[in-house]
């Protein structure tokens, strides 16, 4: 597993630089270039790799939903826009 440049690169979110559902969930988008959508993790480049979710001190585990979803279609999905 290897940790891309955070000096360069949007690679992770935490509590509080994660931008919010109304209804208190967070969107997470891992995308080759920057979506509609807020929260957007880059890619660096990278093809393939591993994403990493952790809970420090969390009193829950909340669930996690994964699906790929083609660019173009990002626009049309819920997630607040930046």
Known sequence: MESLDF????IHFNKHT????????VVIVVAHEKPPQANWVETAGHHTGTLCWRW?????????????????ELGTLPGRRR
Do not use: L
Request: net charge negative.
């Open 7 to 10: 000096r360069y690169h949007q």
């Open 18 to 25: 994660a931008a919010y559902e109304e209804d208190g969930g």
């Open 56 to 72: 420090i001190g969390a009193s829950e585990h909340p669930p996690v939903h994964a699906r790929v979803v083609k660019f173009s």
